[in-house]
């Protein structure tokens, strides 16, 4: 049979063609049996009627939904930033540390206010994984009673200069969102509201408890010596021998502690939104409390525990030049809600005075540090006479 040659004809048309419309792309597509071709010209005018469908159809969606946002009608139920849990406890179900070797842990803080610009604090991090502790291979000269897992203890207080509430006008409030596979649709609107903002000063005691593990790496740092002071020499490699005295056993990997105790002050800043509206959607809320702080940090001494050998000869680490850092600094932010028991996450990152183990970014202190749990929110708190307490 010969070809038609009219505009938007086909080959062979009697083996069959199926015109099959998609509503939700507003494509059609053409399906044929095998011998079967689509004219060229009617390919163009379908990808052309294509293109237009979908900018057609993004344009009248983008319009729809600012349309519906302008139109979203609300009262607002609640507007005091005032009233918020003065006294939280925090419990970090799960953290994690990068300091010197990678840690897995938990960790508690309880926090809360005298007054209205005082805030101490507490805080402890304890490791249950901890590689600096985990070998294989045993024998090494390690310190008596053996390595413990990371431990660090924080206690401070922050005091605010600055406790002013303020009307921001792009408070966000979420009234909706949906889920489609691997896409989110959220719909919010940005009303004003009152925020309270403190701002001040930080310090406190920072205590680290930490495992050393003197590889290859931080062997020209540190030197062995005799517990008489009579023998001073530098760590051998694994397999190697340069006559110099070595404790028994594996010699070229000591294991020992560091109990590193530092003050810390800086910057503190919160920032706490506690704003309710009454929507056609329901009741919806924004009542988020940030954290924001920056510290410096100093170790005045950076103490080294001695390690036994397999024959119970005691011997020293000896920092040589550049083996102790004792300035540091940190920096992080926690995020939480200011009044209900909700979900809590927090990140951390700096340099911490210590042992310098080697020349790597990561072995001469900076670490990242993250958390995540619960918060708990109670009213109760430390005021002084004559102040109106907030219940709980």
Not at 57 to 79: F, P
Not at 157 to 163: M, T
Not at 173 to 199: C, D, E, M, Q, W
Request: hydrophobic residues 35%; positive net charge.
């Amino acid at each position: 049979m010969e070809p038609l040659m009219a505009p938007f004809c086909f080959k062979y048309p009697e083996e069959g063609m199926r015109i099959k419309f998609t509503k939700s792309t507003f494509t059609a597509s053409f399906m044929f049996n095998t011998g079967a071709c689509i004219y060229e010209p009617l390919k163009r005018t379908i990808m052309h009627l294509n293109k237009k469908s979908t900018m057609l159809l993004a344009g009248m969606l983008t319009a729809s939904m600012a349309l519906q946002a302008q139109n979203v009608s609300y009262r607002k139920t609640e507007n005091d930033p005032d009233d918020y849990k003065r006294t939280m406890l925090y419990l970090d179900l799960f953290t994690a540390d990068t300091y010197l070797e990678p840690c897995l842990g938990s960790a508690v803080k309880l926090e809360t206010m005298v007054g209205s610009r005082i805030m101490p604090y507490v805080q402890a991090k304890f490791a249950w994984a901890d590689a600096a502790t985990h070998h294989v291979v045993t024998g090494f000269p390690e310190n008596k009673g053996g390595q413990k897992k990371q431990l660090v203890i924080d206690m401070g207080s922050a005091f605010y200069l600055v406790n002013k509430n303020k009307t921001k006008r792009n408070v966000k409030i979420v009234l909706s969102s949906s889920h489609y596979g691997n896409y989110t649709h959220t719909r919010y609107i940005r009303i004003p509201a009152t925020v309270k903002r403190l701002f001040g000063v930080e310090g406190g005691i920072y205590i680290n408890r930490r495992g050393l593990e003197f590889d290859m790496k931080s062997h020209p740092f540190y030197k062995y010596q005799s517990k008489d002071g009579h023998v001073t020499v530098p760590i051998d490699e694994v397999g190697t021998s340069t006559g110099n005295i070595q404790p028994s056993g594996e010699s070229y990997k000591p294991l020992s502690m560091t109990h590193v105790v530092s003050i810390y002050g800086g910057l503190h800043y919160r920032s706490i939104t506690n704003v309710e509206i009454s929507s056609g959607e329901g009741i919806k809320a924004n009542r988020n409390t940030l954290d924001l702080y920056a510290d410096v940090m100093l170790a005045p001494v950076v103490p080294i525990s001695n390690v036994i050998d397999n024959t119970g000869t005691e011997w020293k680490l000896i920092p040589q030049s550049g083996a102790i850092r004792h300035l540091g600094w940190k920096a992080g932010f926690t995020h939480h809600n200011c009044k209900r028991v909700s979900f809590e996450y927090n990140f951390e990152f700096g340099q911490k005075p210590g042992p310098v183990m080697g020349k790597d970014f990561m072995d001469n202190g900076t670490y990242i540090s993250l958390g995540m749990g619960l918060s708990i929110g109670s009213g109760k708190y430390f005021h002084f006479k004559g102040k109106k307490e907030i219940k709980a």
